[in-house]
């Protein structure tokens, strides 16, 4: 499932690793990605054919380092800051990254006769606000784009919750076990039970399962604490209706039988009106619920 599109613009000799941690924290999030790797023309086709792209995203992502980039002929502007104009002039929300400037940068990857047009080209970008962060390596940009990318889903109420923690870093072992419960989940929906004595390592495991095939579950991640050692456990109905009310609120419902305008909301109130989970589906712009 794709929840939106995101435009990445940036110079392409000197960034194509970077693009590409860029494309993997877009996917990381189910969103779906557009650039210049999409286009086959050349010079002003492909000037056409980006901006004609970049009308139909909902974000535009800038990376910038050392080179100004490609200007076509007849033309004053490169097709990269091209690209940040028309993103301006049209409203498209707009995410810009910088290279650290106390970042070693390869001196085969600056466009030296540019460097003048790349310096007020960063100058505009950061005068309009638009600076989210400064990167280096680019596991070092695919963790800030993905910062960044999740706080802006989460605005806009299109990302679930996502209540389950990390495993210990120090976990080992439980191989059989993982495998066992994977093969469970690749036959489809599931629900399966740890039993053990309290300290085991139950948690864990399941938390260990969750890091493992979280990026499956890409709407969200509950964690439900039924208190099974505690002298009172949690009832059914009760479990029911506590995890949504303690979730980070995302988006707002259409058809929902309750009337009521969040996904949590709903969840809750289609459970005791009918006893039944609602079936929560996000789509870019809507949302819909079966009570």
């Given amino acids: 499932m794709t929840l939106a599109t995101v435009f990445v613009s940036s110079t392409s000799l000197d960034l194509a690793d970077y693009r590409e941690a860029v494309r993997r924290a877009c996917d990381e999030l189910g969103l779906g990605v557009v650039g210049m790797e999409d286009f086959e023309a050349a010079d002003l086709d492909a000037v056409r054919a980006s901006l004609a792209k ?15 980039g490609f200007v076509p002929p007849g033309e004053s502007r490169s097709v990269t800051e091209q690209e940040f104009d028309h993103a301006t002039a049209r ?8 290279v650290d400037p106390r970042f070693a940068w390869p001196e085969e990857r600056k466009q030296h006769d540019m460097l003048d047009r790349v310096r007020a080209l960063h100058e505009k970008v950061r005068g309009a606000g638009l600076v989210i962060d400064t990167f280096t ?8 784009v ?17 209540q389950v923690r990390p495993p ?23 629900i399966t039970g740890l039993h053990g004595q309290g300290g085991v390592g139950k948690t864990e495991l399941a938390l260990k ?14 964690f439900l604490d039924l208190r099974g050692v505690r002298p009172r456990p ?3 109905a009760g479990a029911a209706t506590s995890w949504p009310t303690s979730s980070t609120p995302s988006g707002r419902w259409s058809g929902c039988p309750t009337t009521t305008t969040s996904w949590r909301g709903c969840t809750t109130r289609c459970w005791r009106a009918s006893g039944r989970f609602c079936c929560w589906t996000t789509r870019w712009g809507r949302s819909s619920c079966a009570g």
């Avoid at 409203?91 to 910088?98: A, H, I, K, N, T």
């Avoid at 993905?146 to 996502?162: I, V």
């Fill in 91 to 98: 409203g498209v929300e707009r995410l810009c990254f910088l």
């Fill in 146 to 162: 993905f910062l960044a990318l999740q706080r802006w889903l989460e605005r806009r109420g299109l990302l679930g919750p996502r």
């Fill in 209 to 222: 399962l969750a890091a493992l095939v979280g990026e499956r579950y890409r709407d969200g991640h509950v």
């Fill in 168 to 190: 210990a870093p120090d976990f080992v072992g439980r191989e059989a076990d993982l495998r066992a419960l994977l093969e469970r989940l690749d036959r489809g929906a599931t």
């Fill in 137 to 144: 390596t680019p596991d070092d940009l695919k963790h800030v």
């Fill in 54 to 68: 970049l009308d139909r995203a909902v974000v535009y992502l800038g990376v910038f380092a050392y080179r100004y």
């Fill in 234 to 236: 949690a009832a059914a």
